[in-house]
Structures are given as structure tokens and as C-alpha cells.
């Protein structure tokens, strides 16, 4: 899968992989600490807020929520500053660092408005890391044929990280493939001095800060700042609406869009753990499986859809993708047994793969011209924008209009990003297949 792969792009995917994974853990477990009592919702459940009630959904949906946004709007300035600079590795390693700092805190917060406080850290953190990692995997690329099977390989590993999270998250928390309840560790040796157990919430959170330690070390000990990331500093940092040549809309700006809607259809799900659950009679183990499935499938497509968008372009893999996401994400509103939405969830995580890598790679082409980390920038800004929105809105929709609600309205926004890609997005790279001769169609 990853013969010939730059050792660089294999360092920062690895690195990525645990920090992802102990960012996925939160998914899980950030709504499962909130319900539990352990933090208290005194004073603000039940509170009308311009004729809307606040509801323990609703409030859970805002902390996964406030990630995404603090991440997303903090992106595009992170990634200018690091083409300015031409230096990407300190802010990865500053970002890993705020990340850390905030995933240790919760274990000793008891009020809604610390969770808030540590989240807001970790989107602040991801801020500043995402947009320079991204922007190194796109710089490490020898020419546009490595492009696409690069991005492929470093979304692979990210992917394992956050997809076998929630999993793994499950198990610490309960204890157990099919346990229920939260269990206690006990403290062995010297580490008794602090008490005689730990939770499996707090054990959780220590994975977290585990992954951030393990990914700033192969940051600092193995990532240098490429030549061609100082030479960005020089170029035009812009971002535009309108295609330069008047033909419509930008092919990245539009992207960005597409990315957006996207991801606002795969985080709709996180926030409705309690009542999936209880609709499919299913166990914590099981939702997390469910989550985890729509990353597995992009993960077993990555690197083979980004190698072939190298051989055959880039833009016939997004609209794909996006053909497929329509029917996958509208099936998980109206599933009713486990088996049904994990099929659902998977299928979803397949279209999903034909449209990130090749999307992150036709945007990779724009960035010569453009910044790598700018350029980028707009596509990983509009995914955690949509992570951000995502489970906000899948919490007003489920209190608005049941279960099925939110994913409806996910399929629509599906069809509008497949729209917007077929009609305006234009083709940056012909392929391979068409320079030695073979036909692409």
C-alpha cells in the first residue's frame, strides 16, 4: 500500500494516525462525560433561548461542534502565515502542543462551561496544525503523477487513527466489547499515590493526550520544512470566488463548498448516540463500530482512488463520490437493525473516499501558483467547518423533526455539492493514462 511513499509522508501520516485517534476517542466519549452527571447541566437544560428550549442534545451537539468551528475559522490564517513564513513544522508542533493542554484538562472539569473552555483549546490547536501538515504532504510531492497517491496514503493512516477511535474508545470506557456501564481501573504500584482507581472516562482522555505526545514527537525528531514551502512566502495569497478566466465559479473555492456539505453529512451521526441507540437496540460498542465503518470504508479506498486520480484524473473520482453519498447518507434515517445502518455508514465512507483525495490532490495542483498552505487550506477549513455545523445541526433536526430528519436534510445537501462539482469544478491534471497514450474514457 505504501511501497515508494516518501519516508516524510509516511513520518507526518503516522503522526497524524495518533493524533487523530486520540481526537476521535472525544466523539465518543465527550457525549457519553457530558450525559453522565459528571459534569453538570444545572441552570441550562430546559432554558428557552429565543423561543428554541435547550435540550441535552442540543447542548452536546454544540461542544462537538465548537471544534469544528474554532479549527475551520482559524485555518485560512494559519495556513497564510505558514506560506509567509515558509516554516510548517512549528505550528504542526504548537498545534499538538494546545491540543494536549486541552484533552488533559477534563478530567478535572465539573461544569459544562470548562468542557466548552477545553474544546475551544483543541479546536485552537487543530487550527494550527492541520492546515501546515497538509500543506508539507502537498510540498513533499515530486511532481503532479505523486499528488494524488500521497494524499491517499497520509488520509489512510489519519483515517485508522480517528476510525478504530471510537472502537477503541468504547472498549476503555465500558470495559469490554459489550459492556454497558462505565467501569473503574484500579491504579497499580506507585501510580495508587493518586487514588485507587481511574475512570474509563479519564483513562480515555489519557489515550487523547497519549496520541498528541506520540504525534509531536515524530514531528520534532523527523519533519523538516521542505525548499518549497520558503518559496511559498513569495507567492500571491489569494483566495477567490470567481474562476480567473471568467468561466463561473473557483475550482477550489467550489471544492471548498462540496468538502463543506460533505462533511456536514458524516457528522451528523455523532450527535445522535442516544437515540440511534436506542432505535436499534444496539450497545455503545455497536454505535462506535457504526461511526467508525464510515471511516474504515474511506479508508480501504484512499490510496487506490488517489493513485488512480494520478493515472486518470481527478474530477470524474468527486463526482462520483458525491453520486454515491446521496443514497447512503438518506438510507441511515430510515434503517432498523444495527446491521442495516453499519452497511449504510460503510457505503457512506466509500463515496467519501472518491471525492477526498482527489479533491485535496486537483486543489494541490491550483496551489502551485496559489500556496500550498492557503490554497489547501480552503478544502480542511470547509471540513471542519462542516464537522462543526454537522452535529448542531443533526441536534436542531432531531428535536425539530424526529430521527430521520437529519439525514434527509443531509442527502439534499449531498445533491447540491454534486451539482456544483459536475457544473463548475474544472479538470487540473489529465492523468498518466492520457500522456502514454491511453484513451481516458
Not at 453522565?36 to 432554558?47: C, F
Not at 458525491?322 to 432498523?336: D, E, I, R
Not at 467547518?385 to 428535536?399: D, E, I, T
Amino acid at each position: 500500500m505504501v511501497l515508494g511513499t516518501d519516508r516524510r509522508i509516511l513520518t507526518l501520516a503516522m503522526a497524524r494516525m495518533a493524533d487523530a485517534l486520540g481526537n476521535s476517542f472525544l466523539i465518543i466519549v465527550l457525549p457519553l462525560y457530558i450525559a453522565s452527571g459528571e459534569i453538570s447541566l444545572q441552570g441550562i437544560v430546559g432554558t428557552e433561548l429565543a423561543g428554541f428550549v435547550l435540550r441535552e442534545e442540543t447542548l452536546i451537539g454544540l461542544v462537538l461542534s465548537l471544534f469544528g468551528f474554532l479549527n475551520s475559522f482559524g485555518q485560512p490564517i494559519t495556513g497564510r502565515l505558514s506560506d509567509r513564513t515558509g516554516r510548517r513544522r512549528v505550528f504542526v508542533l504548537a498545534g499538538l502542543a494546545v491540543f494536549g493542554v486541552g484533552s488533559a484538562a477534563y478530567p478535572f472539569l465539573t461544569s459544562y462551561w470548562g468542557v466548552l473552555l477545553a474544546r475551544a483549546l483543541q479546536g485552537i490547536g487543530a487550527a494550527l496544525t492541520i492546515p501546515a501538515t497538509v500543506a508539507l504532504v502537498n510540498d513533499y510531492a515530486a511532481s503532479d503523477a505523486e499528488r494524488g497517491g500521497n494524499f491517499g496514503v497520509f488520509n489512510t493512516f489519519r483515517l485508522l487513527g480517528f476510525g478504530f477511535g471510537p472502537i477503541i474508545a468504547g472498549i476503555v470506557i465500558t470495559g469490554g466489547i459489550s459492556g454497558q456501564d462505565v467501569v473503574e481501573y484500579a491504579l497499580p504500584g506507585v501510580l495508587a499515590a493518586f487514588g485507587e482507581s481511574l475512570s474509563g472516562f479519564a483513562a480515555a482522555f489519557g489515550v487523547a493526550v497519549a496520541g498528541a505526545v506520540v504525534s509531536f514527537v515524530l514531528v520534532l525528531l523527523y519533519v523538516t520544512d521542505p525548499p518549497a514551502s520558503e518559496a511559498a512566502a513569495s507567492k500571491s495569497l489569494s483566495v477567490a470566488i470567481r474562476d480567473p478566466d471568467g468561466r463561473g465559479l473557483d475550482s477550489v473555492f467550489v471544492l471548498g463548498v462540496g468538502t463543506f456539505l460533505m462533511a456536514v453529512t458524516i457528522a451528523l451521526f455523532a450527535t445522535l448516540e442516544a437515540p440511534i441507540r436506542e432505535h436499534l437496540n444496539e450497545s455503545t460498542v455497536m454505535f462506535g463500530t457504526q461511526f467508525a465503518a464510515a471511516v474504515i470504508g474511506n479508508i480501504l479506498l484512499q490510496v487506490p482512488v488517489g493513485r488512480a486520480s494520478d493515472r486518470y484524473g481527478r474530477k470524474r473520482f468527486i463526482v462520483l463520490g458525491f453520486v454515491l453519498l446521496v443514497p447512503s447518507v438518506l438510507a441511515q434515517g430510515y434503517v432498523s437493525t444495527p446491521l442495516a445502518m453499519l452497511a449504510a455508514r460503510l457505503f457512506q465512507g466509500v463515496s467519501v473516499a472518491f471525492v477526498f483525495a482527489p479533491g485535496l490532490a486537483l486543489a494541490g495542483d491550483l496551489a502551485k501558483d496559489r500556496g500550498s498552505g492557503t490554497t489547501l487550506s480552503v478544502l480542511t477549513m470547509a471540513f471542519g467547518l462542516g464537522v462543526a455545523v454537522g452535529p448542531l445541526a443533526s441536534g436542531v433536526l432531531y428535536n425539530l423533526g424526529g430521527l430521520a430528519a437529519p439525514f434527509v436534510f443531509g442527502a439534499a445537501l449531498a445533491v447540491v455539492a454534486l451539482v456544483l462539482t459536475y457544473a463548475q469544478v474544472e479538470e487540473t491534471f489529465e492523468g498518466t493514462a492520457s500522456k502514454s497514450g491511453v484513451p481516458q474514457d
